[in-house]
Structures are given as C-alpha cells and as structure tokens.
Nanobody
Framework: QVQLVESGGGLVQAGGSLRLSCAAS????????MGWFRQAPGKEREFVAV????????YYGDFVKGRFTISKDNAKNTVYLQMNSLKSEDTAVYYC???????????????WGQGIQVTVSS
C-alpha cells in the first residue's frame, strides 16, 4: 500500500506562487504516473498534471497554460507542483495520486493523498 503525503499548501495572494510536494512511502514502478488533481467546493475533481517516475511523460490540464510545472526527485520519492501566477480560481483542495501509466482521469488512480488546501486571495 503506497501512502502519499502532500505538503506546501496555504494562503497566497493572487499573482503569487506556491510549491506543493507529494512524498510517497515507496516508489512505484517507473511507468507509474504521479498526478495532481484539485477540487473546489461544489465542483468535480479536476486533473492538474501528471509525470511518470521515468520522466518520459508529462501532461497538464488545459487550464494550466504554462503557469504550473510538475517535477520529481526520484531519490526522495517526491513529486512537486510549482504553481506560479496564481489566481483566485485556483483555490481548491489539491490531491496527489499514483496510478499506472500516466492517466488524466481520477478514476484511473490507485492511491491518493489526503489533500491539502490552497487558497488564493484576490
């Protein structure tokens, strides 16, 4: 059972930056994708980004438009989400997840973190 723990969330002003981290208790296979999703109140869970441990595949949600960057540190079993130019509409609970391949659909992920709040004030 892989455990995922997010950190780095909090309150930031619009236009600011945050870096989220997701530490995995163990590394899954190189073809596993480590993804980030978010869910705002009253909305469905939304795909943000995914990266495989091999680094061979990276995908972003359409809304990202160059503002977010996903990266990884294999030695630390940790995935990061650097978020820049934050907007009030980025306010949500952000979740880290692990799944086979590099899925962009929440239902394809096997393991989930507990989520972390990101609040962007306008």
């Amino acid at each position: 059972q892989v455990q995922l723990v997010e950190s780095g969330g909090g309150l930031v002003q619009a236009g600011g930056s945050l870096r989220l981290s997701c530490a995995a208790s163990e590394r899954t296979s190189r073809n596993y994708g480590m993804g980030w999703f978010r869910q705002a109140p009253g909305k469905e869970r939304e795909f943000v980004a995914v990266i495989t441990w091999s680094g061979g595949r990276i995908y972003y949600g359409d809304f990202v438009k160059g503002r977010f960057t996903i990266s990884k540190d294999n030695a630390k079993n940790t995935v990061y989400l650097q978020m820049n130019s934050l907007k009030s509409e980025d306010t949500a609970v952000y979740y880290c997840a692990a799944g086979r391949s590099a899925p962009t659909i929440a239902g394809a992920y096997e393991y989930w973190g507990q989520g972390i709040q990101v609040t962007v004030s306008s």
